[in-house]
């Protein structure tokens, strides 16, 4: 009897040992919100605060298993990175469309890749203003946002103003990461 539990023991073990492969690889990402800094970064704060406190998000999601991270380089028509099309983010600085004097994406790459970490960029499309109350205040939406440029173009769902996807001229207003511009201003 005790033969027979052990045998049926060690074939159960085996049978569960080789029908559960583990994946090659799993993703274990974290979001870094950017929106309303409600992760990162800081806008009172020097570029060297925001790279330490940056480097500080990657550090403790490293150190807790994570392998990714999706960093959000466009919450509301601007961005985390140099671009000839949308104005610098205004959670950089305290002022849209001022130079932060760095590249926050070039250095979440290099910062992410040193650690073993993949980096996703994550934008929002077509979100231009979160909250239509702060439509008017010009540190936060500069002359140069897409709101501004081109009001007719957006669309207002309760208190948040999207770039109308519904409209052609929208649909062929994109930006990649590197600034790359595919926009024809005729449609």
């Known amino acids: 009897m005790k033969k027979s539990l052990l045998s049926i023991l060690v074939l159960f073990v085996a049978i ?31 570029p060297s605060q ?10 403790h999601n490293k150190t807790t298993g994570m392998n990714a991270a999706f960093f959000q380089v466009r919450s509301q028509s601007d961005a985390m990175y140099a671009s000839k099309l949308e104005p610098w983010s205004y959670y950089l600085t305290n002022q849209q469309g001022t130079n932060p004097l760095w590249d926050p994406l070039q250095f979440a790459v290099e910062e992410s890749h040193k650690r073993g970490l993949e980096l996703h960029a994550w934008i ?4 231009a203003i979160a909250n239509t109350l702060t439509a008017t205040n010009t540190a936060q939406y500069s002359a140069t946002h897409v709101s501004k440029t081109h009001p007719q173009w957006m669309l207002t769902i309760g208190t948040v103003q999207i770039m109308n996807p519904g409209l052609p001229v929208v649909r062929h207003y994109k930006i990649l990461p590197l ?9």
Request: overall charge positive; hydrophobic content about 40%; proline content about 7%.
């Open 16 to 46: 569960n040992l080789l029908a559960q492969n583990p994946p090659k690889r799993e993703l274990r990402g974290v979001w870094i919100t950017t929106h309303l800094s409600l992760d990162w970064p800081n806008r009172f704060q020097s």
């Open 179 to 187: 600034g790359l511009i595919f926009y024809d201003e005729n449609l």
């Open 124 to 127: 929002n499309p077509y979100r």
């Open 50 to 59: 925001q790279r330490v406190a940056f480097t500080a998000i990657l550090d």
